[in-house]
Nanobody, 119 residues
């Protein structure tokens, strides 16, 4: 059974930091691209950051320079370090996996973790 379980969300003041983590099971982790998405009510889910099976990273323009995605194939985890958080970063954050390895087709999703940034 495939599971992606996010952790690390919470409430933080603007300018603060949070680190999200996603633990994967039931997939052959090293071949998967992994990504973090976010969604606010009434809006489409958007890609925040992704990392391919080879370690190449991609970031949304709104978070570039503030967020860092990383993966640990041995632990089967993907983390999102979020610094200098802004109120507009408030959203539910979701972990996703792409078995194609390139971050083009996200077939597996976690349940999400809430991040709230107060001004």
């Amino acid at each position: 059974q495939v599971q992606l379980v996010e952790s690390g969300g919470g409430l933080v003041q603007a300018g603060g930091s949070l680190r999200l983590s996603c633990a994967a099971s039931g997939i052959f982790f090293p071949i998967n691209a992994m990504g973090w998405f976010r969604q606010v009510p009434g809006k489409q889910r958007e890609l925040v950051a992704s990392i391919t099976k080879d370690g190449s990273t991609n970031y949304a323009g709104s978070v570039r320079g503030r967020f860092t995605i990383s993966r640990d194939n041995g632990k089967k985890t993907v983390d999102l370090q979020m610094n200098n958080l802004k109120p507009e970063d408030t959203a539910a954050y979701y972990c996703a996996a792409d078995s194609g390895g390139l971050g083009r087709s996200w077939g597996r999703w976690g349940q999400g973790t809430q991040v709230t940034v107060s001004s």
